[in-house]
């Protein structure tokens, strides 16, 4: 898959994108990812992205001339625009199973401002938000969403991350997990676990998951809203 970052904040993506699964994803030619600066898709001397709003009001606007120049020199016939902004829609799994599929997104990161609407009307197939609070750019929810597709990508997880990604689809909050040892500062782990019994502590996991969700996330038990499973 081919990704495409045009951002105002390119150094802000040294580094996260250079570790882990998402660098073993770009090293092996899974993931194919550009981070592009939009200055570089302006003509005037102060290389300008940004200008008032008509009618008055505080903060500037992303202007429309550069990001049509730039989309329109970065995009082919299967490119999928997606705008970062805190009004798109909220990021979810299925959303990213959706975007692994594609075979080039060109994710457009906003500043703390927002954009001209003929950006929106006229260059994206799609607006997405990381979620429900105010950050001061659209550089780290790019991030996210280069994170959470790649990892989305035949044979981007090895195969222990994959089987544990498959036994947390049953859209529960994990269970609690240990390691050793046995006993760390008097807080013991259960003796379940340590009982060799394994339909008991298949049980227990179950029960635990459960019992998690329904505390911290009980919209997940209902199977509609479910964005961990669907
Ligand atoms: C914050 C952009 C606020 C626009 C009036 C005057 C991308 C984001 C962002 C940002 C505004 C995402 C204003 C969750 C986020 C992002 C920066 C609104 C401010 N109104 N997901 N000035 N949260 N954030 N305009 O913040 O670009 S995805």
Redesign the pocket.
């Known amino acids: 898959m081919k990704i495409d970052v045009l951002t105002l904040f390119p150094g802000m993506f040294a580094g996260p994108l250079d570790e882990s699964i998402v660098k073993r994803a770009r090293e092996a030619g899974k993931l194919d990812l550009r981070i592009l600066n939009l200055r570089d898709y302006t003509h005037d001397r102060h290389r300008t992205v940004d200008d008032r709003p008509f009618g008055g ?3 500037m606007l992303l202007k429309p001339e550069p990001l049509f120049e730039a989309v329109e020199q970065l995009k082919s016939a299967t490119t999928r625009v997606i705008l ?3 009004g ?1 829609r909220k990021l979810t799994q299925a959303i990213a199973r959706e975007l692994a599929q594609q075979e080039h997104l060109l994710l457009i ?6 954009y001209d609407e003929r950006i929106r009307q006229g260059l994206a197939h799609d607006e ?11 550089a780290l ?1 790019a991030m996210i969403v280069v994170d959470c597709v790649t990892r989305l990508l035949p044979g981007a997880l090895g195969d222990d991350e994959s089987a544990m990604d498959e036994s947390f689809s049953h859209g529960l909050l994990e269970h609690p997990q240990y390691t050793r040892p046995a006993e760390f500062r008097g807080m013991k782990v259960p003796d379940v676990l340590l009982s060799g019994n394994h339909a008991e502590i298949g049980k227990w996991r179950r029960e635990q998951a459960l019992q998690r969700t329904r505390e911290r996330r009980p919209d997940l038990l209902d199977g509609q809203n479910n964005k961990l499973n669907q």
């Open positions: 009001g505080p903060g970062l902004g805190p798109g990161c906003g500043s703390y401002e927002g997405l938000s990381i979620g429900d609070y105010i950050l001061t750019n659209g929810p």
